[in-house]
């Protein structure tokens, strides 16, 4: 199992600015990924955080707009950048733990829910 | 590509009763997991049950069980004697060995009612 600490859990912030949130895992985790949450809908993948290099993006997600850090393989921030309302969701990462394996149960923050006003 | 499928945006169920909520999908590998995933207001993604695609029988954790029909790609969860704490959102999802990014359905909002 893995056990996610996210901050923050919630923000309010003004259009224009920028927003960084921290995913902090119990133990080192190889698959790391940052989703999406916009209001009454399902969660769509942003990235796939990878350790020591560049994060891989999914359709319509791009760097400028989403970096993300992977540091090391307990620990990654994604960043929504120059915000607009259209940013308001919630956030989340996620980690699988054992990929490969006959579990692959993946595991989640708390989320972030993020207004810009 | 995968995709996942929730029919039914909203459900409600008295305490006590059973009820079932219906997901198909679809993808071209032969190797993939299916899950049923809660989320309850306060935001939390919670694993109700796995199923592994090569695993003929249902799974089955305590009041919560999956019919898997492989053929017809149809993973439905039956939640029998629902409790008021089984009140919400739940996510039907997928991944398969190519990636363990998961796809998920759009959700169905299940309230208990006494």
């Known amino acids: 199992s893995a056990v996610i600490s996210q901050k923050p859990s919630r923000d309010i912030c003004q259009r224009g600015t920028s927003l960084t949130i921290q995913c902090q895992v119990d133990?080192?985790?190889?698959?790391m990924f940052w989703y999406r949450q916009q209001p009454g809908q399902s969660l769509t993948l942003i990235a796939t955080a990878n350790q020591g290099s560049e994060a891989t993006y999914e359709s319509g997600f791009v760097i400028d707009k989403f970096p993300i850090s992977r540091p090391n393989l307990t620990f990654s921030t994604l960043t929504v950048s120059n915000m607009s309302p259209e940013d308001s969701s919630i956030y989340l990462c996620?980690?699988?733990?054992?990929?490969?394996?006959?579990?692959?149960?993946?595991?989640f923050g708390q989320g972030t829910r993020l207004t810009v006003v | 590509a995968q995709t996942v499928t929730q029919s039914q945006p909203e459900m409600s169920v008295q305490e006590a009763e059973t009820v079932t909520l219906s997901c198909t999908y679809d993808?071209?590998?032969?190797?993939?997991?299916l899950f049923w995933y809660k989320q309850p207001p306060s935001r939390q993604m919670i694993l109700v049950i796995r199923?592994?695609?090569?695993?003929?029988q249902n799974a089955t954790e305590n009041r919560f069980s999956v019919n898997f029909q492989k053929a017809a790609k149809s993973f439905s969860l039956k939640i029998s004697d629902s409790q008021l704490g089984d009140t919400a959102m739940y996510f039907c999802?997928?991944?398969?060995?190519?990636?363990?990014?998961?796809?998920f359905g759009k959700g169905t909002s299940l309230l208990v009612t006494p």
């Open positions: 133990s080192q985790v190889t698959m």
């Open positions: 996620s980690v699988v733990p054992q990929p490969g394996q006959k579990n692959t149960e993946a595991f």
């Open positions: 993808t071209s590998e032969n190797n993939y997991y």
């Open positions: 999802a997928l991944h398969t060995n190519s990636g363990y990014a998961l796809n």
């Open positions: 199923q592994e695609a090569y695993k003929q």
